[in-house]
């Protein structure tokens, strides 16, 4: 069974308008959530992170999560997005049955922005 | 630089043939992670070490797979006898284990990755 999905392989949105990436995990017991970028040639980068804390996680860039266990989601967000955002977005679970001790990545979402 | 850095970033062999990847973490971290991403798909977790012991290995991974960390500091992943289904992108991370914490809370840090095309 799949412990994290990503729905939509590829994302495409105008300048400006908002970004909405979509994660569901697999989980009885909450696990911990990241989400985390990759830049062309360049290796991944994090940009926010869920550890029980607030459910609502701002990270870098303007992007932000909120942890919704009723519906076991972790949906990345930014308000007006940038042509500098255009990236592939994975986001990742560390699970209690495997003892917080790695991540578990989902197939990550291509973002194209365009003017 | 102080981030995690991988080593060669680029390796073309024929199949058949061994081939083995450096990554140096960064300098205070005591887990070092192993990856494997193929294109289209997210990292697929293959092993990891804290300090010099291999707690874990994915049980996905050929035994034609090995990974040592002799020192706990530098790792190296071989590869051996090749095959087509190889290729793929090795990615290292590493991250600092608080002895205080159940688990490990924090992020990865990545390399950049080494890219391997077994023709």
């Known amino acids: 069974a799949q412990s994290v999905t990503q729905l939509g392989s590829h994302v495409s949105v105008s300048e400006g308008a908002l970004v909405l990436l979509r994660c569901n995990y697999s989980s009885s017991v909450p696990p911990y959530l990241f989400w985390y970028v990759q830049y062309p040639n360049q290796g991944l980068q994090l940009l926010l992170k869920?550890?029980?804390?607030?459910?609502l996680v701002k990270g870098i860039n303007g992007f932000e999560a909120e942890f919704k266990k009723s519906e076991t989601s972790f949906h990345l967000t930014k308000p007006s997005a940038h042509m500098s955002d255009a990236a592939e977005y994975f986001c990742?679970?560390?699970?209690?049955?495997?003892?917080?001790?790695?991540?578990?990545f989902g197939a990550g979402t291509r973002l194209a922005v365009h003017p | 630089d102080t981030g995690v850095s991988q080593d060669p970033r680029h390796k073309i062999t024929k199949r058949g043939q061994n081939v083995t990847f450096r990554c140096d973490p960064i300098s205070e971290h005591n887990r070092l992670y192993w990856y494997r991403q193929t294109l289209g798909q997210g990292p697929e977790f293959l092993t990891y070490f804290q300090n010099e012991a291999q707690l874990e290995k994915s049980r996905l991974l050929s035994d034609r797979f090995s990974a040592e960390r002799p020192k706990g500091s530098f790792s190296t992943l071989e590869i051996q006898r090749t095959e087509q289904g190889d290729s793929a992108m090795y990615l290292c991370a590493s991250s600092l284990k608080d002895s205080r914490l159940a688990g490990n809370t924090g992020e990865l840090f990545f390399g950049e990755g080494s890219r391997l095309t077994v023709l």
């Open positions: 869920y550890t029980s804390a607030a459910t």
């Open positions: 990742a679970v560390s699970l209690p049955s495997g003892g917080y001790n790695k991540l578990i």
